[in-house]
């Protein structure tokens, strides 16, 4: 055991552990992407259990459990906090060679300095040990922030959000900027007439403008970008299967909305038309703005139709989808393009046979405005682990610039996430260090250290524009 999770884990060569131990290790974290709670930031929540901070609403560990014969009641059900926690010590070492393995051992490790290795036997020890930490001052929900080095953090709100969250962290003057994000992809969900007009509810009370029309529809959802944009906010985000880009006229597209208002669903191909009209003016109010936008595409989601009906969405019932992505990717990137009205743009794929059409699609569309303005983003979901990132970053390597990559980020509803970019900056660095010690690549540590230290965090830093965060 002495050699596991080590100082020098992932990093196989002397010339990767000095890049990752004089360069990447002691660069600040930019989350510009996750699914983080700004209630519990404003509330500077302290969790009860380490069950509470853990295993709720973890559908990583959750499927995991289940593949391991784990009933639900001790996933989502009634069972105790610690019987939950009991039956995860008993999952985890049957995810050997999974990601979780090592997530688990690392974030024990770098929040609770706590170096055994999690089963059964050291079930209890652990969990008390923790559950105690954590309901002090120093684990409470800012700390654990703090504890990780982070200089900013991006949350993922839905454009009928008050931000009162936000509202309250700027006005307590939190050091750790807490950003919305503008993530509207329930305002352009048409996929069943009932939800959607339930929806234009609770904008109309967001932004206080009645909606009996489609242009009144995007008045109320241009009210909510400013606010957005009032509040803080320089990021939109969309999680699709596809980007959609059908042809499609002003009247076809008010139709369509009318249609929805009278309470009758539309048609596959108007849908997909609706979508792609709305993508559009999103793109549009994005680039007037200067914000950057994220896409996020090829996830096949809520499967499992009789567990959803039972426990709701991002349960754990997710998985990569198949869709075709290249050809309307790049008419729609062509379309704002053409109308100069093209925003920063980062694209992210789920199936892992895309990594070459994303990596070579934004080369299509970077115009020399600012460096890597397209980029194809890291690793996500189900390929945020170590081949997965290796993949990504030889893709990426062979076909665009790394070098003005932006880097890692959470994309978690967990405080106890941010080893993840340790993870990836050690992976990082192993590759630079193999192809230096196989003469791929100069052996220049001070530039490629720049690189490194780019890639950790200038680069995301210039990109977004919070060029004060400071290293």
């Known amino acids: 055991m002495k050699n596991f999770l080590g100082k020098q884990f992932l990093l196989h060569n002397k010339t990767a552990q000095q890049l990752y131990h004089d360069y990447a290790e002691k660069m600040p974290i930019i989350d510009y992407h996750c699914h983080l709670s700004p209630q519990q930031i404003a509330e500077d929540t302290r969790f009860e259990t380490l069950t509470a901070i853990w295993l709720n609403g973890d559908h990583y560990k959750w499927r995991a459990m289940r593949a391991n014969g784990i009933g639900e009641s001790f996933i989502t059900g009634s069972k105790t906090d610690f019987q939950k926690f009991k039956k995860w010590a008993d999952t985890v070492p049957y995810t050997i060679r999974n990601p979780l393995y090592h997530w688990t051992h690392l974030e024990l490790q770098r929040y609770f300095d706590i170096h055994d290795v999690l089963n059964p036997d050291s079930a209890k020890k652990i969990y008390d040990s923790c559950t105690a930490a954590l309901r002090t001052p120093e684990f409470s929900a800012r700390n654990l922030i703090r504890k990780m ?29 807490v950003l919305p994000a503008f993530r509207p992809d329930a305002a352009m969900n ?21 909606v009996g029309s ?41 139709n369509i909305f009318d249609k929805l208002r009278s309470g009758q669903t539309p048609d596959d191909l108007e849908r997909r038309k609706f979508k792609s009209a709305m993508l559009f003016y999103f793109a549009i109010w994005d680039a007037e703005k200067n914000w950057v936008q994220q896409f996020h595409l090829g996830a096949m989601r809520n499967n499992n139709r009789r567990m959803m009906k039972q426990l709701g969405p991002d349960t754990g019932w997710d998985s990569i989808g198949d869709f075709p992505q290249a050809k309307s990717l790049a008419k729609f990137l062509s379309r704002l393009d053409n109308e100069d009205k093209l925003a920063k743009t980062i694209l992210y794929n789920l199936n892992p046979a895309d990594n070459a059409v994303m990596a070579a699609m934004i080369g299509n569309f970077n115009d020399g405005s600012f460096p890597g303005k397209i980029q194809w983003g890291a690793a996500w979901w189900f390929l945020d682990q170590k081949d997965g990132m290796e993949k990504q970053i030889n893709a990426l390597s062979n076909m665009g610039l790394l070098s003005r990559f932006v880097g890692m980020l959470t994309d978690s509803r967990s405080f106890l996430s941010y080893p993840r970019h340790e993870y990836f900056r050690r992976i990082l660095c192993n590759l630079f260090g193999e192809e230096i010690e196989r003469g791929e690549l100069p052996d220049d540590l001070t530039w490629i250290g720049k690189i490194i230290e780019d890639i950790c965090f200038h680069n995301a830093k210039n990109y977004f524009g919070w060029e004060k965060l400071k290293a």
């Open 190 to 210: 048409v996929d069943n007439a009932v939800s959607f007009n339930n929806y234009i509810e609770r904008l109309e009370k967001a932004s206080g403008i009645a």
């Open 149 to 177: 080095n982070v200089r900013m953090i991006c949350t993922t709100d839905d454009p009928v959000d008050n931000l009162e969250h936000h509202q309250k962290l700027k006005k307590e003057k939190f050091e750790i900027p």
């Open 214 to 254: 489609f242009d009144q529809y995007l008045s109320a959802l241009k009210q909510r970008h400013d606010f957005f944009a009032k509040n803080g906010c320089s990021v939109s985000d969309h999680g699709l299967e596809v980007i959609y880009a059908e042809d499609y006229s002003e009247n076809e597209i008010k």
